[in-house]
């Protein structure tokens, strides 16, 4: 689809869950938004470093279905999803956080933390489950502050139902954090649509920018509800001000921003923003699962760790094979990237992927795909 806009390390690639590959304009994009502006402008280096966040928001938000003022640069996810644990309002009888056995372990790790605070953290079954919105009940009850959804898990591919996870969060009073790590540049998302309190992702999977281009978004309400712990003069309403003694925060998600945003990484990641808006994420989906139809078509049904539904699946896989290291001897001899999982072969596909790839994978694993 788009191969010759990206550099491939490898002939065929496979990594866009752990590592997009590089735009070839990643180079050029922080020359024009960050180096250049610093080797020549002087003082009004400020303007060109702010136009280049202002246009990492806007590419983000165009890939999330949300509005530009609405995301706020984190330099990781894990930032994000801690910020967020330490803005909420302490609500009485309100102790519980919800999130699942399936969740990424740093999401895990960072609301551990509330524990401090006196929340108790409550791990939902993972699986196929986690598909059905009646598996989130005990998210929705009068004791819960926060319920955590990924809206495609990492290892098995489920898409969590986050429209109404979010709606009956909503209902119930309980603030709600999406995970769309795994999701946004390959799968739809529409965070104004769904209600979410807040989301958190990354540009260094499928949306192909790098480290250090993460993200937070915020409803506008819950923002106005929160008081992050972590501020910075970008978090004031007014950060020219310039006045030590007064604070006050900013509106909606610009108070999570903390102090300077380290521009250089925001800057690149808006190279493949653009092209990733341009083709359109509805576009990318489509032939996304059409390439995975292809790879399940190829081997044993019993094969896949991972969920094979149309429809509720992200554009990962994990394969069983019967002698790992076997099979990755002869992936790495076929010059095949991918990464394992569960002593298992875990692939992802994206608009750099073509059917060419899939026959290259579906030829060599064939005769390691264990099929009970």
Not at 60 to 77: F, R, T, W, Y
Not at 89 to 100: D, G, Q, S, Y
Not at 176 to 203: I, Y
Request: hydrophobic share 45%.
């Amino acid at each position: 689809m788009d191969r010759n806009l990206f550099h491939m390390p490898r002939r065929h690639y496979f990594l866009s869950h752990s590592v997009g590959a590089q735009p070839r304009t990643w180079q050029s994009a922080i020359d024009a938004g960050f180096a250049d502006p610093w080797r020549t402008d002087g003082f009004e280096v400020w303007t060109p470093w702010f136009d280049a966040v202002d246009r990492f928001k806007a590419g983000v938000a165009g890939l999330v279905g949300a509005h530009a003022k609405d995301i706020c640069p984190q330099p990781n996810v894990s930032a994000g999803v801690f910020g967020v644990l330490f803005s909420l309002p302490e609500r009485a009888r309100r102790t519980k956080i919800v999130l699942t056995e399936d969740d990424f372990p740093t999401v895990g790790f960072a609301l551990a933390q509330g524990r401090r605070m006196g929340y108790e953290l409550v791990f939902l079954p993972g699986g196929e489950r986690l598909a059905d919105p009646d598996a989130w009940a005990p998210a929705f009850q009068d004791d819960v502050q926060l319920v955590v959804a990924t809206q495609v898990y990492s290892n098995t591919s489920v898409l969590a139902p986050c429209a109404e996870i979010c709606r009956r969060a909503r209902e119930r009073g309980v603030f709600s954090l999406l995970d769309v790590a795994q999701a946004a540049g390959t799968v739809p998302v529409e965070l104004n649509d769904w209600g979410a309190a807040f989301a958190v992702g990354t540009s260094l999977k499928y949306l192909c920018g790098g480290t250090g281009a993460a993200w937070l978004w915020a409803n506008a309400d819950a923002a106005a509800r929160t008081a992050p712990l972590d501020v910075g003069w970008f978090s004031h309403a007014n950060p020219f001000e310039f006045d030590i003694h007064n604070f006050e925060y900013a509106q909606g998600a610009d108070r999570f921003t903390g102090g300077t945003a380290s521009v250089a990484p925001l800057a690149g990641a808006c190279a493949a923003h653009e092209i990733l808006n341009a083709r359109g994420v509805s576009d990318i989906y489509a032939y996304n699962q059409a390439l995975l139809d292809r790879l399940f078509a190829g081997l044993p049904a019993e094969a896949f760790l991972s969920t094979t539904r149309a429809g509720h699946r992200g554009s990962a896989a994990l394969i069983k094979v019967r002698d790992y290291d076997a099979a990755a001897r002869d992936l790495a001899e076929a010059e095949i990237a991918h990464d394992t999982r569960k002593s298992a072969v875990r692939v992802s596909l994206h608009l750099y992927n073509d059917e060419a790839d899939v026959d290259a994978l579906v030829g060599v694993l064939k005769d390691h795909a264990a099929a009970d």
